[in-house]
């Protein structure tokens, strides 16, 4: 094993920081505007390709709670893990054909204006509110947080961790002051080298497998030998667990609840994350339907791939540790620390490629910091700021204003992350971004469905249904067991192994959307037959060109044959 890092690493990495951000200077300068305003700053409207769209939204998708936080999943439960990113896929094709068509003919710029459009101001300020919540103390926190972990086991140890925390956010806020145009194009490069230095990493840890078992250095062979030595982490679908199950097991049915979680929270979590969410969507709001589409179809190629780059890697660190070839990384309590499988792979890299898989890794990192820092600004800078404090502000201002809340959101995220306060250690990072979000996103979901979709729901069902989504996502997350025992019509809860019992929290997101959706249409159908506020969708919005199609059956076969093959 090399665990130092040379002059060759060096450079390669400096090589990345310095590629990175004289590319973002040249986009910068040549697409500067004397006068930038809001739509420049905020959603580079018209200036971003297909390729860079999609490029962008995988950029800013892939952070740390993928490599870190989904390759410890890897570690623990294995391929089944991977359902997020391959329903993920199928979901990107629903909001290319159906979510994008009526965003883009309503001219919508922010998720809160989409509300406001569609219901009213009070529900579209208490989004704000709650996204601005979410972004900062889930997502902004825990990308910085698992990020400076995973970078500083790799260079040499936990007294570098707010040393590197620091300079991520840095490197972030900086590509996020030049606006949308700089992040999305400087996000080209960060996906291209993620990817590259991704699988590299992928290969050597195949190859580290191989060697183990005395196969040689063939790739190939070592996929092969974890199959056959790691049997219970190549399969997508668990089965419920009984009695006599071990708790280990029952953890992993927990974290990924087999076919119960296709009929709930699997689709949620998806469709919050990638149809109603400005982080995702704002890459594609300043484009035309066409680049749009093929940009968001793009992505959803992508994704297929990702779990070869962020998920085998973990399942190869727990058959190298498994078999005692792997460093031990241990957590608090004395076990192996899921969460820095990754980094333990990558300490077997050679010279040269530790430097490429260390620029891959920060790549995914600024990336998401940039892309959630600048949807942070959006956000509050339009939807708060301009409507609420200054309604007279100027293009100016706003921009500015815009730029002092991306350096706010940073140093309150630093602060947050410096010793962990939120617990974002113990949560294990990927679970913590997926439960928590979870929240509101059933809430969500519903009011965008049936704000797009049917025109009779109305603004009382809109508020309703967040705070009820809410509320049932705290109740039976945290409630419903004690309150209603282990075993009801409803759902199954499970011994935790802390003494207490917990539904699986994607059933807890089906469970919440399932009442929130009912709870809407109850309280709609009181309202008038057509909302004045409801979209109308004309006839052949939803059209796709035969490449349009073409691309979607390909990626729907793609899908169909990962599962038959892991199921």
């Known amino acids: 094993m090399q665990s130092a890092f040379n002059a060759l690493d060096l450079g390669v990495f400096l090589f990345y920081l310095i590629g990175v951000s004289a590319y973002g200077y040249y986009v910068y300068r040549s697409k500067h505007k004397e006068q930038m305003n809001t739509r420049d700053y905020f959603l580079a409207e018209g200036s971003l390709t297909w390729w860079a769209i999609g490029a962008s939204m995988i950029a800013s998708n892939i952070s740390a709670e993928q490599f870190i936080g989904m390759s410890g999943n890897g570690f623990q439960v294995g391929v089944a893990v991977a359902a997020y990113e391959w329903v993920a896929a199928i979901v990107l094709i629903v909001v290319a054909v159906f979510f994008m068509p009526i965003y883009l003919k309503q001219r919508i710029y922010t998720m809160p204006q989409f509300l ?19 972004y900062v103390l889930v997502n902004l926190t825990s990308i910085l947080y698992l990020g400076a972990l995973a970078i500083s086991s ?38 291209t080298v993620l990817i590259i230095g991704g ?52 953890n992993k049915y927990l974290m990924v609840p087999g076919l119960a979680m296709y009929a709930a929270g699997q689709w949620i979590v998806n469709l919050n994350y990638w149809g109603c969410n400005q982080y995702i969507t704002q890459r594609a709001l300043g484009a035309d339907l066409k680049t749009a589409r093929t940009g968001i179809l793009f992505a959803a190629m992508l994704k297929l791939l990702m779990p070869v780059i962020v998920m085998l890697p973990g399942i190869a660190a727990y058959v190298l ?33 530790k430097g ?4 891959a890794l920060t790549a995914a990192i600024v990336a998401s910091l940039a892309g959630k820092a600048n949807s942070i600004s959006t956000i509050f800078t339009l939807d708060i700021y301009r409507r609420y404090i200054q309604p007279d502000s100027n293009e100016t201002q706003l921009v500015w204003v815009g730029r002092l809340t991306v350096l706010a959101a940073m140093l309150l995220a630093i602060v947050l992350t410096w010793q962990d306060l939120l617990g974002i250690g113990g949560a294990g990072g990927f679970t913590y971004i997926q439960k928590y979000t979870g929240f509101i996103s059933p809430g969500i979901v519903a009011v965008f469905l049936l704000g797009l979709f049917w025109k009779r729901t109305t603004a009382t069902a ?44 994607l059933i807890c997101m089906g469970l919440s ?32 060109a035969p490449s349009t199609l073409a691309l979607i059956v390909v990626t729907i076969l793609l899908i169909m044959a990962l599962y038959v093959k892991f199921w």
């Open 116 to 134: 406001e459009q569609r219901y009213n101001a009070a529900l579209s300020l208490i989004m704000s509110i709650f996204w601005l919540f979410l």
């Open 154 to 191: 790799l260079v040499g140890g936990g007294e570098a961790f707010h040393l590197i925390m620091v300079a991520l956010a840095v490197f972030a806020l900086l590509i996020t002051l030049g606006g949308m145009k700089v992040v999305g194009y400087t996000d080209v490069i960060q996906v």
């Open 199 to 250: 699988l590299a990493t992928t290969y050597l840890a195949l190859t580290l497998v191989s060697e183990k078992f005395g196969l040689g250095s063939s790739a190939v062979a070592g996929f092969n030998a974890m199959m056959r030595d790691a049997d219970d982490h190549f399969h997508l679908i668990f089965p419920k667990p009984t009695a006599a199950t071990p708790q280990v097991d029952i």
């Open 321 to 353: 540790h498994k078999n005692g070839s792997l460093q031990p990384q241990m957590s608090p309590g004395g076990v192996f620390n899921s969460d820095n499988a990754y980094s333990a792979i990558l300490t077997f890299l050679p010279n040269g490629l």
């Open 356 to 359: 490429l898989s260390l620029a």
């Open 462 to 505: 809109g508020v309703a249904g967040i705070l009820a989504g809410f509320l049932l996502s705290v109740f039976f997350n945290n409630y419903a067991p004690t309150l209603l025992g282990p075993e009801t019509l409803l759902y199954t809860a499970f011994p935790n192994g802390h003494g207490g019992y917990e539904i699986p929290f």
């Open 513 to 544: 959307f399932a009442f929130t959706f009912v709870l809407m249409v109850g309280l709609s159908l009181a309202g008038p037959a057509i909302n004045p506020k409801a979209h109308w969708v004309q006839p052949g919005l939803f059209k796709v």
